[in-house]
């Protein structure tokens, strides 16, 4: 997703006064190329603005909704739901805390709690739209974006979706507008407005047999995931067996 | 533009086999090695250059025509069996390497030499187009057609499967090299009737399928070359 360079450097010279263009690249980390290039262009990517947000302590949320179509972004802010929360702890660290309170269940000692990784895990995209909304959320955001339901997979099984998707899938699915944009990686889960420590204490909150049963659906979709690659390898090994 | 493409086919069948020629007795795929070598000498023999002085030493009757056929065939039976080996389909293998292929392969073999034999055809010419009037030459011709179509059409199904898949760009652009090459052998089959007789464009066709269809090995064998820095199976 991107916005107008002429919204872009209005909003430029507003937080950034007279600094100077290489100046503003250096601080934000982006190259100076890049920027001339979208510019020329007269698109600029929510990266680019991100990027210059955070450089210059400004809340990233802030600044994207100072531009048209992303105007009701903070007042958008939801807390995360317990399944969004959820959605976003690894499979690694989900099966680590079964096996945590297992032990704690047979030694009688209270479970150790676990040192969740950071947020996104490998599969952050498909279990987040996964919690939102299981039934047919991704036609919806297809349909929504004007593109092949495919296009929407292959996004989702790389763990990629746009900016502009996951804003979208988060309006449609009526949760926090933000959401999204954490399962991306796009924004930290504090520039999204969750409080600190939410997945952990949500983890601690989940009863057993919920925790089970997600880490079933977990398991079943890596499953998938897994059995897809062997197959590719498998067709590559054949094909060098043979022919190489 | 014609001989440009001979040339250029018989160098890379030439730069193939060389660079096979490690494993032509022993050591990976030998069939496929051995492949390229009888591509090698098929793709020498359309050249006049070589085919007058190879025939005047086999005595100026033609026969390095049938050992050109005969090599054709050599080199269409171990690679489209390897290819549909390679691409997964069991029905194409066996159509190629069951008793219907080697049945096929066998009268065409037969074919050639008893056309031969009965054809009168003293006097050196390559493709033997000084004699395409006389009917045994066309049998002769019919034959060496049919089987490279049948096997090439027995690969075109499953080489278009890989082409189409998800897998990487490297093997899917190769597979597409070869699907590309063995349907432009089955392609040339209407233009050899009476009817769409078109011989130049008959002979673009084949030279053009033999460099896609190499292309299409070289890519795999780069795919092959690779696939430790691509993190594959270590085959």
Request: charge should be positive; charged fraction near 15%.
């Amino acid at each position: 997703m991107t916005v107008a360079a002429k919204n872009f450097q209005m909003w430029l010279s507003h937080v950034a006064g007279s600094t100077s263009q290489a100046a503003v690249c250096r601080a934000a980390g982006i190259k100076r190329s890049t920027l001339a290039q979208q510019l020329v262009r007269g698109r600029v990517s929510l990266a680019t603005i991100a990027a210059v947000s955070r450089s210059l302590d400004l809340p990233v949320v802030a600044s994207l909704s100072v531009f048209p179509d992303l105007e009701d972004l903070v007042s958008g802010i939801k807390a995360p739901t317990t399944a969004e929360l959820l959605s976003q702890i690894s499979d690694a660290d989900l099966l680590q805390e079964i096996l945590n309170r297992n032990v704690a269940a047979e030694t009688g000692n209270d479970p150790i709690p676990v040192e969740l990784s950071p947020i996104p895990h490998r599969s952050s995209v498909r279990a987040w739209l996964d919690a939102i909304d299981p039934t047919d959320l991704r036609q919806k955001v297809a349909r929504n974006a004007a593109m092949a339901p495919q296009n929407l997979s292959a996004q989702i099984s790389a763990n990629r979706l746009s900016a502009e998707l996951a804003i979208d899938s988060a309006r449609i699915a009526g949760v926090g507008l933000t959401n999204g944009l954490v399962a991306t990686g796009f924004l930290s889960p504090a520039e999204a407005g969750w409080a600190a420590g939410a997945c952990a204490s949500a983890l601690r909150g989940t009863a057993n047999s919920v925790l089970a049963s997600l880490a079933a659906e977990r398991l079943e979709a890596l499953s998938r995931v897994l059995r897809r690659s062997e197959d590719d390898t498998a067709a590559a090994r054949n094909v060098w067996e043979y022919l190489g | 533009m014609t001989v440009i493409l001979q040339w250029t086919a018989l160098a890379v069948c030439l730069a193939c086999t060389i660079w096979r020629s490690p494993s032509l007795f022993g050591g990976r795929n030998r069939g496929l090695s051995w492949a390229f070598a009888l591509a090698t000498v098929s793709v020498a023999l359309s050249l006049p250059a070589i085919y007058l002085p190879v025939d005047a030493l086999l005595g100026g009757i033609n026969l390095a025509n049938v050992l050109l056929r005969l090599s054709i065939f050599g080199v269409f039976f171990l690679l489209t069996s390897r290819v549909a080996a390679a691409y997964n389909s069991p029905l194409a293998r066996a159509l190629i390497r069951g008793p219907l292929g080697v049945a096929v392969l066998a009268v065409c073999s037969l074919g050639i030499c008893v056309a031969y034999f009965l054809a009168d055809v003293d006097g050196s010419s390559t493709g033997l187009v000084a004699f395409t009037s006389q009917p045994e030459i066309a049998a002769y011709m019919w034959f060496g057609v049919a089987y490279t179509t049948y096997a090439s059409a027995c690969v075109v199904v499953a080489t278009a499967k890989a082409a189409f898949s998800r897998r990487p760009a490297i093997d899917r652009t190769a597979a597409f090299s070869m699907l590309v090459g063995f349907a432009l052998v089955c392609a040339t089959v209407p233009l050899r009737l009476p009817l769409w007789k078109n011989w130049p464009a008959v002979d673009i066709m084949t030279f053009a399928a033999i460099l896609f269809v190499a292309v299409g090995l070289v890519l795999v064998w780069i795919s092959f070359g690779r696939r430790r820095v691509r993190g594959g199976p270590r085959a």
